[in-house]
T-cell receptor, first 115, second 112 residues
Framework: AQSVSQHNHHVILSEAASLELGCNYS??????LFWYVQYPGQHLQLLLK??????LVKGIKGFEAEFIKSKFSFNLRKPSVQWSDTAEYFC?????????????FGTGTQLKVEL | GAGVSQSPSNKVTEKGKDVELRCDPI?????LYWYRQSLGQGLEFLIY????????KSGLPSDRFSAERTGGSVSTLTIQRTQQEDSAVYLC??????????FGPGTRLTVT
């Protein structure tokens, strides 16, 4: 069965520090990849997505992610975090081969940015 | 434009009672999904509707769970004979065919 791993469960950074959150998935077929964010008290919002083409994708609020097919990874990065980036971040994968249209989510990474 | 809406936002029920959770997708979206977010289990897929096709029910945890989508729009998730382990946030999402899913605010279900 398809699975998604987020290795960092809790991350604490100071403002202006660089961020990289890991995401690895198990499925070898063609996939779409997503990062969603859930700010405190708010619902899940799409940060960025990869469908095809340039493996380096840029999303909202200065976030970017790189799809490395050989490593089954889709890590999220931001050069300089802000206090307002405090949130929970979820990586998600959709298989385009026999997996239906459901998203399989990682367990999430709780990011806390300190002033 | 209006996003995905869900009601109620919170529901407290006694063990053994039935509950109905409602989802209004984004207008024009043909696909509708239900997920469950619970401590220790993360976000789990429950069921998926696409147009007039038969729904993908592969994520429903037991036969106490069912869902329907009327007129290709509003969906209701029903949990019969609720158990304490059903306590979770139930999320609805919608999408246009092949595109990203947009999530609603969720219904927090507490079974006492």
């Amino acid at each position: 069965a398809q699975s998604v791993s987020q290795h960092n469960h809790h991350v604490i950074l100071s403002e202006a520090a660089s961020l990289e959150l890991g995401c690895n998935y198990s499925y070898g077929g063609t996939v779409n990849l997503f990062w969603y964010v859930q700010y405190p008290g708010q619902h899940l919002q799409l940060l960025l997505k990869y469908f095809s083409g340039d493996p380096l994708v840029k999303g909202i609020k200065g976030f970017e992610a790189e799809f490395i097919k050989s490593k089954f990874s889709f890590n999220l990065r931001k050069p300089s975090v802000q206090w307002s980036d405090t949130a929970e971040y979820f990586c998600a994968v959709k298989s385009l081969t026999g997996g239906g249209n459901k998203l399989t989510f990682g367990t999430g990474t709780q990011l806390k940015v300190e002033l | 434009g209006a996003g995905v809406s869900q009601s109620p936002s919170n529901k407290v029920t006694e063990k053994g009672k039935d509950v109905e959770l409602r989802c209004d997708p984004i207008s024009g979206h043909t696909a509708l999904y239900w997920y469950r977010q619970s401590l220790g289990q993360g976000l789990e897929f429950l069921i998926y509707f696409q147009g007039n096709s038969a729904p993908d029910k592969s994520g429903l945890p037991s036969d106490r769970f069912s869902a329907e989508r009327t007129g290709g729009s509003v969906s209701t998730l029903t949990i019969q004979r609720t158990q304490q382990e059903d306590s979770a946030v139930y999320l609805c999402a919608s999408s246009s065919q092949g595109y990203e899913q947009y999530f609603g605010p969720g219904t927090r279900l507490t079974v006492t």
